[in-house]
């Protein structure tokens, strides 16, 4: 009995930690898509409903085809800080961007306006990352950049730092 309720104790935090996880990937398209509906509607249009509805959609599938993957690899780096995830979402809108408009411009000289409509989808994308980031990340400070230390050089630190607690390093 004991056994169950250490290892239900162990599970508690991953789970949560999970449901944080899904509750970001919904929520995180929900703010970009209102305020791309509400600059791209007139104020008596009776479709802003719809439109909200469309651009939310393909706010989520591009999550879904370059975020979710995205995610999984930072993870496995353990790069999932605040500037980690705000990048990604920029590149989740801005790659299907960049892609569908060149391919839309072949052949003609429309290339000032994919690098307009990238940026612009990116700036969207970078705040899809930050509301990510803001509900799945709590207590983690936003000003924490990535660290780049590897495994030797963090255990060279960790040496020095003992060595100058006990007194026997050269401080």
């Known amino acids: 009995m004991l056994a169950v309720d250490a290892t239900e104790a162990a599970a508690a935090p991953r789970r949560k930690h999970l449901i944080r996880l ?6 995180a398209p929900v703010l970009p898509a209102i305020v791309k509906t509400w600059l791209v509607s007139r104020p008596d249009d009776t479709l802003s409903l719809s ?3 469309l651009i939310a ?3 989520y599938a591009m999550q879904i085809v370059v975020g979710v993957p995205g995610y ?6 353990r790069q999932t800080d605040a500037l980690a995830c705000i990048v990604l979402g920029f590149l989740v809108m801005a790659i299907p961007i960049a892609l569908s408009s060149l391919y839309w411009c072949v052949g003609s000289t429309c290339v000032a306006d994919t690098v307009r409509y990238t940026a612009d989808s990116g700036l969207y994308g970078f705040a899809m990352g930050a509301v ?5 990340q709590p207590g983690r400070p936003a000003w924490r950049l ?3 230390r590897t ?3 963090q255990r060279r630190l960790d040496v020095d730092l003992q060595r100058r607690r006990s007194g026997r390093g050269n401080v």
């Open 22 to 27: 899904a509750i970001a990937f919904l929520a």
């Open 132 to 136: 990510f980031w803001l509900i799945a």
């Open 146 to 148: 990535p660290s780049f």
């Open 72 to 77: 999984l690899v930072m993870h496995r780096y």
């Open 57 to 59: 959609g393909l706010f």
């Open 151 to 153: 495994a030797r050089m």
């Open 51 to 53: 439109l909200l509805v």
